[in-house]
């Protein structure tokens, strides 16, 4: 069945650092490819999101580049901040069903320090 | 309000009790979802509803998960005699429409002594 894999975590950054947490998907079709994001104490929301391949998602400086030759949608960030502290989760809307419902990676902490 | 609300925030129960979780969408979305996150983990879904009609119920750990809908309006999340395994974040998302992104809410955290 369709799966997200992440990397695992937590990932420890110090301020103005370059992130990247990876993302594999395994799917039939052509899903879907979203990043959320929890910080501390709040609900998900979403970061970014791809449709198709080679579509690239950007958001509050993340971005995101579905490449359907690797099943991947690797998240990147230049410069990131201690408030980009948070769970970040890879997730893949369900290709062959018209549920929408999402399938979840792990979630990766990332934790950036000043 | 503008976003996804679930009631209680939190919620401490003995085992082998019944708890009834609430989520209240967003106005005119006609989709919503259940999900649980266990600690560490990736959300798992449960259950699907499309206006109060549930089409995908197959996340459902057991036959002691329910969950129904009032028209497309507040849904009920039931876990009758509880276990220690459903200790976890219970999380609401809702969608207005196809290719529209899920909104989350802050979700339920039951635990189960």
């Known amino acids: 069945g369709d799966s997200v894999t992440q990397m695992e975590g937590p990932v420890t950054l110090s301020e103005e650092a370059f992130l990247t947490i990876n993302c594999t998907y395994t799917a039939t079709g052509y899903p879907s490819l979203f990043w959320y994001v929890q910080y501390p104490g709040e609900g998900l929301q979403l970061l970014l999101k791809?449709?198709?391949?080679?579509d690239k998602g950007s958001n509050k400086g993340f971005e995101a580049t579905y490449r359907k030759e690797t099943t991947s949608f690797h998240l990147e960030k230049g410069s990131v901040q201690v408030s980009d502290s948070a769970v970040y989760f890879c997730a893949l809307l369900y290709g062959s069903s018209n549920t929408g419902k999402l399938i979840f990676g792990q979630g990766t902490t990332l934790q950036v320090k000043p | 309000g503008a976003g996804v609300s679930q009631s209680p925030s939190n919620k401490v129960t003995e085992k082998g009790k019944d708890v009834e979780l609430r989520c209240d969408p967003i106005?005119?979305?006609?989709?919503l979802y259940w999900y649980r996150q266990r600690l560490g983990q990736g959300l798992e879904f449960l259950i699907y509803?499309?206006?109060?009609?549930?089409?995908?119920k197959s996340g459902l750990p057991s036959d002691r998960f329910s969950a129904e809908r009032t028209g497309e309006s507040v849904s009920t999340l039931t876990i009758q005699r509880t276990q220690q395994e459903d200790s976890a974040v219970y999380l609401c998302?809702?969608?207005?429409?196809?290719?529209?992104?899920?909104?989350f809410g802050d979700g339920t955290r039951l635990s189960i002594l």
């Open positions: 998302a809702t969608r207005k429409g196809v290719g529209e992104p899920q909104h």
């Open positions: 791809a449709t198709k391949a080679d």
């Open positions: 106005s005119g979305h006609t989709a």
């Open positions: 509803f499309q206006g109060n009609s549930a089409p995908d």
